[in-house]
């Protein structure tokens, strides 16, 4: 059965810092990692990674993947308030339906 | 139209009766998915669905719930004698095609008295 854990569970940084969530999978014939946003109900989309060591950028975040260590890391630099929310981290295998496998998230609060 | 859209918002029912939940899927996508999150939880699959193909039901947890969605476009789910245990939200993701990108609903909140 596919595993993805996250780290930290929760996080509060002051506005302006840096932070890096980290995410670890086991997954049967890996496909891409995905990162996601989750501030209300509504997951967005951040990220897709599917090749090791080509760093995704957007802004203030980015992101990159290790198959040899099956993790990843999101980093957020100059935090903001608005960037407060549970960051999702899900793998996809190559199976029939592509369907997603969620870690539990890491709640990142960021405070003035 | 310009995203997923769900219905309703949020749905506060008794233990025992049947739900429906609605999800409407961005146009043009073929692929749908349905997930459901507990407090505190990450999502976890229950159903997908790929054109007119059979659906995948492995993620659903009895035969309480099921799931139906005519063609590409709108999918309900259905869970039927609710429990208390399946108080949770309830996401539904379309994508353009099986490996494309997922984009989730804003979700309707279940909860069972």
């Known amino acids: 059965e596919d595993k993805v854990v996250q780290s930290p569970l929760s996080l509060v940084v002051h506005e302006g810092d840096t932070v890096t969530l980290n995410c670890s999978y086991e997954?049967?014939?890996?496909?891409?990692l995905l990162w996601y946003k989750q501030e209300k109900k509504a997951p967005t989309f951040l990220f897709m990674l599917t090749s090791s060591g080509i760093e995704k950028k957007s802004g203030r975040l980015s992101s990159i993947l290790d198959k040899k260590e099956l993790s990843s890391i999101l980093n957020i630099t100059a935090t903001q308030t608005g960037d407060s929310a549970i960051y999702l981290c899900?793998?996809?295998?190559?199976?029939?339906?592509?369907?997603?496998?969620f870690g539990t998230g890491t709640r990142l609060q960021v405070t003035l | 139209g310009a995203g997923v859209s769900q219905s309703p918002s949020n749905k506060v029912t008794e233990k025992g009766k049947d739900v429906e939940l609605r999800c409407d899927p961005i146009s043009g996508h073929t692929a749908l998915y349905w997930y459901r999150q507990r407090l505190g939880q990450g999502l976890e699959f229950l159903i997908y669905f790929q054109g007119n193909s059979a659906p995948d039901k492995s993620g659903l947890p009895s035969d309480r719930f099921s799931a139906e969605r005519t063609g590409e476009s709108v999918s309900t789910l259905t869970i039927q004698r609710t429990q208390q245990e399946d108080s949770a939200v309830y996401l539904c993701a379309s994508a353009r095609e099986r490996a494309d990108t997922q984009y989730f609903g804003p979700g309707t909140r279940l909860t069972v008295l």
């Open positions: 997954v049967t014939n890996f496909r891409s």
């Open positions: 899900a793998v996809r295998n190559t199976g029939t339906a592509s369907k997603l496998t």
